[in-house]
C-alpha cells in the first residue's frame, strides 16, 4: 500500500478509531495482537486521528504491559508489539512538534555556557505541553519496565527502538537516568556485539540531546574513561568506540574542557594494553583527539610528550617508548603544527638520541627474546613519517641516515622492515642519472662515504638471515634495494668508501668462508655479486629463493654491461641447485605417495627461469659457454675434493675416520628432520621428546 496516496490516507484514517476500540475493549490476545499489528502499519502513514486517539492508545499500551508482565518476559510477543506501539507514538508526537525549541539540542555547538542546572529547568517549563502518549507518572512507569527489559539478550531491538524515542522527545523522568546508566554498563558488560552497539548509540544520543546538570555530565564522562579498564577486550574495544564518538561529537569548547581528562588516560591504556585491537583502536582514539583540539591546547599535549623523552631514570625507558609513539600520532594528526618553528627539528633530534642509546647499549640477546627493541622501533616510524610528510627535514640530518644504517642490521625483523622501507623510499626518488651533479636533491648517499657499501652489506645479512626468520616482506624491499645500489655501483664506484680507506673492502658481518680475501677497491659490484653467491651456497629454501629472486631483478632491469662480467658468479649457484635436485631424484628409484619435494621443485623451477631470462638477456651462444664453463668448474673441484679425501685416508687415517663419523652423524640428522617435516605436512604435531631430567 502506497502511504503516500491521498486516497489511502482518507480511508485508512477511519480504521483508527475501530481499531483503536480494540485494542482498549477487546479481551481476546490475539484480537488486540493483531490490531496492535494494523495500528503499526497506519502510524506510518500521516494520519489526522492519531492525535486524537494518540493518548488512549498509550495508555492502554502500557496497562498491557503491566498485566503481560513486562518486568519477568520480555520475549512475549505482546510486549514486543506495545514496545514497537509507543516507539511510533513518541515518533508521531517528535513530528507534530519538530519546531518546538525544546527540540534543539544541549550540547549544541551554538552554546556559550554550560549552565546545565537552568537548562534542565527551562527545558522542563517548554516539555509541560508536549502531546505525548504518556504522561509523567506512566512515563516513570515504562521507563521501570525499560530497565528491566534491556537486560533481555533475545529481543532488544523493540526496546532499544522505544528507548531512542524517549530520549528523541526529551521528557525528563528521574527514573530515565537511571535507565541511562544501566546502558552506560551494559556498553562493556554485555556479551552481544548488537548490544553493546545500540547501547553505544543510545547512550551517545542521550548525552548530546538529553538535558542534564553539569555535574551528571561530569560524572558520565568520568564513567566513560574508567570503562577503558574493563577487564574483557571486547568490552574495552566498546568502551574505547564509545569514547572516540564522544570525542568526535562534543563541542570544541566542552572538548578543550576536559582534554585532560581524555588524553592521559588514554596514553596509559595505549602503553599497557596487552591487545593489539585496543592498542590500535586507542591510537585512533587519540589521533581523533588531537585532530579537533586548536593549537593552543594541541601544544600543551606536546609538552606533556616533550617533558616525557626527557626524563631520567628507573622509569625512562618506559616514557622514551611512550613519547616515541605519541611523536608518530602527532605527525599523523598535526602536520601543520609541526611546519611552526623549530619544533620539526628538535623532534627529530630526539629521535637521533633515542637511536643512538638503543643501537649503543642494546643487548642482542633481550632483543630476540622481545625486550628492548620497542623503543627503537617506534623512533623509526616516527622517522618515517617525518621523511614522508616532512622530507626536508630528514634530507638535511646525515647522523638520521647514518643510524637508518645500523638499523638495517638490526636482530629483530620489524626494525629491519621500517628502516628497510625508508631507505628504499629515498633512493627510489633519486635520479640515478644524475645523483652527483650540482643542483640536485640533497642525499646521503652523496654526503657520507661509504654509505652506498653499508646499504649493500647490510641488505646481504637481511638475505643471509637463519631460515626461521627469513621475512619475505624483508627480502622484497632488499631486492628492490639491491637493485638500484648495483646500478650506483656501477656508475659511481667510488662512493662506495669512506675518505681516507685503503684499497680493500672489508666486511665484517657475516662474510662466507671463502669470501674473506680482500676485494680490489675498483670493483664494488664484483664484490655484491661474490656476496650474493656465496649466501645462496647455504642451505635453505627461502634464503636460497630469496637470491634467485635477486638474481632475476638484477638480470631483468640492469644493462647487460653489468650483467656480462659477472655472469658466472650468478649461473654457479643456479646450476648447483638444478644439480642437487638431480642427484636426489636419481638416488630415489621408488616414487612416494605423498610429495614431499613440492618445495624443492618450486624452488628449482625458480632457478631454471632465472636461467631462462640470463640465455634471453645474454644470447644463447654466450649463455651455454657460460654454463659448459661453471660445470667444467664444479666437476673439477669435486674431482679435486674426492682426491684429498682418498689420500687423507692414506695418510691420516685418524682424520679421515672422524670424518666418516660426522658425515654419518650429519646423514640421520637429515633423516629426522625430513621424517619430521612430512609428518608436520601430514598435520601431525611435533614429535615430544623422550628425555626425562
Known amino acids: 500500500m502506497d502511504i503516500e496516496d491521498p486516497r489511502n490516507v482518507t480511508l485508512s484514517d477511519s480504521l483508527v478509531p475501530l481499531l483503536t476500540t480494540c485494542v482498549r475493549h477487546c479481551t481476546d490476545n490475539v484480537v488486540i495482537t493483531f490490531s496492535l499489528k494494523c495500528l503499526i502499519i497506519l502510524l506510518r502513514m500521516d494520519l489526522p486521528s492519531v492525535p486524537q486517539y494518540s493518548k488512549k492508545l498509550g495508555g492502554h499500551c502500557l496497562r498491557l504491559l503491566t498485566l503481560t508482565g513486562a518486568t519477568s518476559k520480555t520475549q512475549s510477543e505482546m510486549i514486543q508489539i506495545c514496545f514497537k506501539m509507543l516507539t511510533l507514538l513518541m515518533a508521531f508526537s517528535k513530528r507534530k512538534t519538530l519546531t518546538s525549541p525544546s527540540s534543539t539540542p544541549v550540547l549544541s555547538e551554538t552554546l ?26 506512566q512515563m516513570q512507569v515504562l521507563v521501570s519496565f525499560l530497565q528491566t527489559a534491556v537486560t533481555d539478550y533475545e529481543h532488544h531491538h523493540a526496546t532499544f527502538g522505544l528507548i531512542k524515542s524517549i530520549t528523541s522527545t526529551n521528557c525528563i ?14 556498553t562493556v558488560q554485555s556479551q552481544k556485539v548488537n548490544i553493546r552497539e545500540q ?17 551528571k555530565l561530569e560524572s558520565h564522562l568520568k564513567q566513560i574513561v574508567l570503562n577503558l579498564n574493563y577487564e574483557y577486550e571486547d568490552g574495552r574495544i566498546s568502551a574505547i568506540k564509545l569514547l572516540e564518538i564522544v570525542i568526535g561529537k562534543i563541542p570544541i569548547p566542552l572538548l578543550q574542557e576536559h582534554t585532560q581528562l581524555f588524553f ?5 591504556q595505549l602503553v599497557n594494553d596487552q591487545s593489539k585491537q585496543c592498542r590500535e583502536s586507542v591510537a585512533d582514539c587519540i589521533l581523533l583527539l588531537l585532530k579537533r583540539l586548536p593549537s593552543d591546547s594541541l601544544q600543551s599535549l606536546y609538552g606533556y610528550v616533550i617533558r616525557w623523552a626527557k626524563q631520567d631514570g628507573a622509569e625512562s625507558q618506559k616514557l622514551r617508548r611512550t613519547s616515541a609513539q605519541l611523536f608518530g600520532i602527532f605527525l599523523d594528526a598535526r602536520e601543520d603544527f609541526f611546519k611552526k618553528g623549530n619544533i620539526s627539528v628538535e623532534m627529530i633530534q630526539i629521535v637521533c638520541v633515542f637511536l643512538v642509546d638503543e643501537l649503543g647499549t642494546g643487548d642482542c640477546t633481550d632483543i630476540l627474546l622481545g625486550r628492548d627493541w620497542e623503543v627503537c622501533y617506534f623512533c623509526l616510524i616516527c622517522a618515517e613519517k617525518i621523511n614522508t610528510k616532512l622530507p626536508s627535514i630528514t634530507c638535511s640530518n646525515m647522523q638520521l641516515w647514518k643510524l637508518l644504517l645500523k638499523c638495517l642490521a638490526h636482530p629483530h625483523p620489524w626494525i629491519q622492515r621500517v628502516s628497510s622501507r625508508i631507505i628504499n623510499s629515498h633512493i627510489s626518488q633519486l635520479d640515478l642519472q644524475n645523483l652527483t651533479k650540482r643542483g640536485q636533491k640533497q642525499s646521503f648517499i652523496t654526503l657520507v662515504p661509504g654509505s652506498l657499501f653499508q646499504i649493500a652489506r647490510n641488505l646481504c645479512y637481511q638475505l643471509n ?13 632488499a631486492i628492490k634495494s639491491l637493485t638500484w645500489v648495483l646500478k650506483a655501483m656501477d656508475k659511481f664506484p667510488n662512493l662506495c668508501f669512506e675518505e681516507g ?13 671463502e669470501q674473506k680475501d680482500p676485494l680490489p677497491i675498483k670493483k664494488p659490484v664484483l664484490w655484491l655479486m661474490m656476496r650474493l653467491s656465496n649466501i645462496a651456497k647455504s642451505h635453505g629454501t627461502k634464503r636460497r629463493e630469496a637470491i634467485f629472486k635477486c638474481f632475476a631483478a638484477f638480470v631483468t632491469t640492469c644493462d647487460i654491461s653489468i650483467i656480462i662480467p659477472h655472469i658466472e658468479l650468478i649461473v654457479e649457484p643456479l646450476q648447483r641447485e638444478i644439480s642437487e635436485d638431480s642427484s636426489k631424484t636419481s638416488s630415489f628409484s621408488q616414487p612416494s605417495s605423498f610429495d614431499t619435494n613440492q618445495v624443492v621443485t618450486n624452488k628449482v623451477d625458480l632457478a631454471q627461469e632465472v636461467l631462462q631470462l640470463i640465455e634471453d638477456k645474454c644470447g644463447t651462444e654466450q649463455f651455454q659457454k657460460v654454463c659448459v664453463a661453471v660445470k667444467k668448474k664444479a666437476r673439477e673441484k669435486r674431482d679435486k675434493r674426492k682426491q684429498e679425501i682418498t689420500s687423507e685416508a692414506i695418510h ?13 652423524q650429519k646423514k640421520r640428522f637429515t633423516q629426522k628432520r625430513k621424517i619430521e617435516e612430512r609428518r608436520k605436512s601430514r598435520g601431525a604435531s611435533e614429535k615430544k621428546s623422550r628425555y626425562v631430567e
Open 112 to 137: 556559550n555556557t554550560y549552565d546545565r542546572e537552568q537548562s534542565t529547568a527551562a527545558h522542563i517549563k517548554e516539555t509541560e505541553h508536549n502531546p505525548l502518549p504518556l504522561g509523567d507518572q
Open 465 to 477: 638471515t637463519d631460515e626461521k626468520q627469513q621475512n619475505e616482506s624483508i627480502n622484497v624491499l
Open 501 to 513: 680507506a685503503d684499497d680493500t673492502f672489508v666486511d665484517s658481518a657475516g662474510v662466507h668462508e
Open 264 to 268: 592521559l588516560p588514554l596514553v596509559l
Open 173 to 186: 523522568s528521574p527514573q530515565f537516568y537511571d535507565l541511562m546508566e544501566i546502558l552506560l554498563k551494559l
Open 199 to 215: 547501547s553505544r548509540i543510545v547512550f551517545m544520543q542521550y548525552l548530546i540531546e538529553y538535558p542534564m546538570g553539569q555535574h
Open 652 to 664: 691420516d687415517p685418524v682424520a679421515y675416520a672422524k670424518r666418516k663419523v660426522l658425515k654419518n
